[in-house]
Protein backbone atom coordinates (compact mmCIF):
# COMPACT_ATOMS: atom_id res chain seq x y z
CA UNK A 1 0.00 0.00 0.00
CA UNK A 2 1.00 3.33 -0.95
CA UNK A 3 0.27 6.59 0.11
CA UNK A 4 -0.24 9.59 -2.39
CA UNK A 5 -0.94 13.00 -1.97
CA UNK A 6 -2.70 15.01 -5.06
CA UNK A 7 -2.09 18.86 -5.54
CA UNK A 8 -5.60 19.92 -5.26
CA UNK A 9 -8.19 23.04 -5.93
CA UNK A 10 -11.29 22.19 -3.51
CA UNK A 11 -12.93 19.43 -2.61
CA UNK A 12 -14.28 18.91 -6.08
CA UNK A 13 -10.67 17.05 -6.26
CA UNK A 14 -9.36 19.15 -9.41
CA UNK A 15 -6.29 18.86 -9.97
CA UNK A 16 -4.07 22.38 -9.46
CA UNK A 17 -1.37 22.23 -11.71
CA UNK A 18 1.37 24.21 -9.89
CA UNK A 19 1.95 21.72 -6.67
CA UNK A 20 3.79 24.44 -4.78
CA UNK A 21 0.50 26.65 -5.14
CA UNK A 22 -1.71 24.42 -4.45
CA UNK A 23 -4.28 25.65 -1.87
CA UNK A 24 -5.13 21.66 -0.45
CA UNK A 25 -3.88 17.96 -0.98
CA UNK A 26 -6.04 14.88 -1.57
CA UNK A 27 -4.26 12.20 0.17
CA UNK A 28 -4.63 8.54 -1.80
CA UNK A 29 -4.00 5.00 -0.79
CA UNK A 30 -3.05 2.87 -4.10
CA UNK A 31 -2.91 -0.37 -3.38
CA UNK A 32 -3.32 -4.23 -4.63
CA UNK A 33 -1.41 -5.96 -7.08
CA UNK A 34 -2.36 -5.69 -10.66
CA UNK A 35 -5.86 -4.33 -10.15
CA UNK A 36 -5.12 -1.24 -8.22
CA UNK A 37 -7.18 -0.14 -5.53
CA UNK A 38 -7.52 3.90 -5.32
CA UNK A 39 -9.05 5.06 -1.76
CA UNK A 40 -9.46 8.80 -0.62
CA UNK A 41 -8.29 9.16 3.06
CA UNK A 42 -8.68 12.62 3.53
CA UNK A 43 -8.07 16.15 1.94
CA UNK A 44 -5.53 18.39 3.81
CA UNK A 45 -5.00 22.11 3.50
CA UNK A 46 -2.05 23.07 2.51
CA UNK A 47 0.10 25.86 5.31
CA UNK A 48 1.88 27.17 2.54
CA UNK A 49 -0.53 28.67 0.86
CA UNK A 50 -2.64 29.29 4.36
CA UNK A 51 -3.95 32.95 4.13
CA UNK A 52 -3.08 33.25 0.37
CA UNK A 53 -5.96 33.72 -2.78
CA UNK A 54 -5.38 30.69 -4.75
CA UNK A 55 -7.41 30.63 -8.22
CA UNK A 56 -7.27 28.79 -11.46
CA UNK A 57 -5.17 31.86 -12.92
CA UNK A 58 -2.38 30.69 -10.87
CA UNK A 59 -2.18 27.63 -12.41
CA UNK A 60 -1.77 28.10 -16.32
CA UNK A 61 1.44 28.34 -17.96
CA UNK A 62 4.87 27.32 -16.63
CA UNK A 63 6.24 28.83 -13.30
CA UNK A 64 9.60 29.65 -12.84
CA UNK A 65 11.02 30.07 -9.30
CA UNK A 66 12.47 32.93 -8.45
CA UNK A 67 13.77 32.64 -5.42
CA UNK A 68 17.43 31.67 -5.40
CA UNK A 69 19.05 28.56 -3.02
CA UNK A 70 20.02 30.95 -0.16
CA UNK A 71 16.40 32.41 0.39
CA UNK A 72 15.43 30.59 3.66
CA UNK A 73 12.36 31.83 4.52
CA UNK A 74 11.04 31.15 0.68
CA UNK A 75 12.19 27.40 1.22
CA UNK A 76 11.18 26.98 5.00
CA UNK A 77 7.48 27.97 3.42
CA UNK A 78 8.32 24.75 0.68
CA UNK A 79 9.47 22.66 4.01
CA UNK A 80 5.79 23.30 5.81
CA UNK A 81 4.07 21.94 2.70
CA UNK A 82 6.22 18.91 2.98
CA UNK A 83 5.47 18.54 6.45
CA UNK A 84 1.89 18.31 5.86
CA UNK A 85 2.19 15.28 4.14
CA UNK A 86 5.73 14.02 5.27
CA UNK A 87 3.40 10.50 6.04
CA UNK A 88 2.74 10.00 1.75
CA UNK A 89 5.18 8.02 -0.21
CA UNK A 90 4.57 9.95 -3.25
CA UNK A 91 3.44 13.24 -4.33
CA UNK A 92 1.93 13.85 -7.83
CA UNK A 93 2.96 16.83 -10.21
CA UNK A 94 2.45 18.68 -13.30
CA UNK A 95 4.37 21.30 -12.47
CA UNK A 96 6.72 21.63 -9.32
CA UNK A 97 9.26 23.86 -8.97
CA UNK A 98 13.14 23.47 -7.60
CA UNK A 99 12.45 24.39 -4.24
CA UNK A 100 9.42 22.08 -3.72
CA UNK A 101 11.32 19.11 -5.32
CA UNK A 102 14.06 19.87 -2.78
CA UNK A 103 11.82 20.33 0.33
CA UNK A 104 9.74 16.62 -0.84
CA UNK A 105 13.13 14.94 -1.51
CA UNK A 106 14.45 16.01 2.38
CA UNK A 107 11.46 14.71 3.71
CA UNK A 108 11.67 11.08 1.71
CA UNK A 109 8.31 12.01 -0.17
CA UNK A 110 9.38 10.74 -4.29
CA UNK A 111 7.70 13.12 -6.83
CA UNK A 112 5.19 11.65 -9.74
CA UNK A 113 5.06 13.31 -12.74
CA UNK A 114 1.61 13.24 -14.42
CA UNK A 115 1.16 14.46 -17.70
CA UNK A 116 -1.68 13.45 -18.81
CA UNK A 117 -5.05 15.54 -19.57
CA UNK A 118 -7.19 14.46 -17.08
CA UNK A 119 -8.74 17.12 -14.22
CA UNK A 120 -9.95 15.42 -11.58
CA UNK A 121 -7.09 13.37 -9.29
CA UNK A 122 -9.31 9.86 -8.90
CA UNK A 123 -8.85 9.86 -12.73
CA UNK A 124 -5.28 10.76 -13.06
CA UNK A 125 -4.45 8.27 -10.48
CA UNK A 126 -6.44 5.28 -12.15
CA UNK A 127 -4.25 6.41 -15.11
CA UNK A 128 -0.39 5.98 -13.22
CA UNK A 129 -1.51 3.65 -10.37
CA UNK A 130 0.57 0.95 -12.70
CA UNK A 131 3.50 3.01 -12.01
CA UNK A 132 3.02 3.25 -7.98
Known amino acids: MSTIA ?4 DESL ?5 AGHTPFFAIFEVGGGV ?8 IRENPKMKGHA ?4 DHVGRH ?17 MAEAIK ?11 KNTANSMASFGI ?3 KYNGNQTHADKALGEIS ?3
Open 6 to 9: VPVM
Open 14 to 18: KIARN
Open 35 to 42: FKTISLKE
Open 54 to 57: CNES
Open 64 to 80: VCDHDKNDLEHIKAHDT
Open 87 to 97: DCDFLMVKMAC
Open 110 to 112: KLK
Open 130 to 132: ATI
